[in-house]
T-cell receptor, first 115, second 112 residues
Framework: DVKVTQSSRYLVKRTGEKVFLECVQD?????MFWYRQDPGLGLRLIYF???????EKGDIPEGYSVSREKKERFSLILESASTNQTSMYLC??????????????FGAGTRLSVL | AQKITQTQPGMFVQEKEAVTLDCTYD???????LFWYKQPSSGEMIFLIY??????QNATEGRYSLNFQKARKSANLVISASQLGDSAMYFC?????????FGTGTSLTVIP
């Protein structure tokens, strides 16, 4: 089974702190994604990566950056956390096949509260 | 424009009955994929079923089936013989234009 592991289930940070959300997958997938999930808005794509050291902006990249130094690890960085970044963050990975058939496998999510 | 529309924010179903969760989509791509995910209260998104735009038959996976009506651009999820463990949020998603788009979800509650 595919395993996508997010380092923290719950995080509480203060405004202005630098925050790292880590995601590791064990299936050698090329593609990895970071989403945030808010009530009534569904999942919104923040950033994604098709390969090591590659990154692409999603729909809402402002206030975030990412790092993909190794294939299995995709980190989401909040350079200076703000209260409007309080949300559930979901990481996903996907095998690089025909993307119309690509199933995304998700981690359990990190619920971040910024005070 | 919304790529995926789920018009039912909440649904209730009696245990052992069938339920249909609605999903309509918007794309002009000839090739796309449609997906349904389940998110229980634990938070993890669980893949349920996939339908390719060129697939002639509706996808089925156990108690899950996808009612794919291409001309109407709908991809409704049908859950047969509902179980208490089916209570969760359900998200419809589409891969089109080189990106995934998720709907806002439907909360399903199974009543004993």
């Amino acid at each position: 089974d595919v395993k996508v592991t997010q380092s923290s289930r719950y995080l509480v940070k203060r405004t202005g702190e630098k925050v790292f959300l880590e995601c590791v997958q064990d299936m050698d997938h090329e593609n990895m994604f970071w989403y945030r999930q808010d009530p009534g808005l569904g999942l919104r794509l923040i950033y994604f990566s098709y390969d090591v050291k590659m990154k692409e902006k999603g729909d809402i990249p402002e206030g975030y950056s990412v790092s993909r130094e190794k294939k299995e690890r995709f980190s989401l960085i909040l350079e200076s956390a703000s209260t409007n970044q309080t949300s559930m963050y979901l990481c996903a990975s996907e095998k690089h096949l025909d993307r119309a058939e690509g199933i995304q496998y998700f981690g359990a999510g990190t619920r971040l509260s910024v005070l | 424009a919304q790529k995926i529309t789920q018009t039912q924010p909440g649904m209730f179903v009696q245990e052992k009955e069938a339920v249909t969760l609605d999903c309509t989509y918007d794309t002009s791509d000839p090739s796309y994929g449609l997906f349904w995910y389940k998110q229980p209260s634990s938070g993890e998104m669980i893949f349920l079923i996939y339908q390719g735009s060129y697939d002639q038959q509706n996808a089925t996976e156990g108690r899950y089936s996808l009612n794919f009506q291409k001309a109407r651009k709908s991809a409704n999820l049908v859950i047969s013989a509902s179980q208490l463990g089916d209570s969760a949020m359900y998200f419809c998603a589409i891969y089109t234009g080189n990106q995934f788009y998720f709907g806002t979800g439907t909360s399903l509650t199974v009543i004993p």
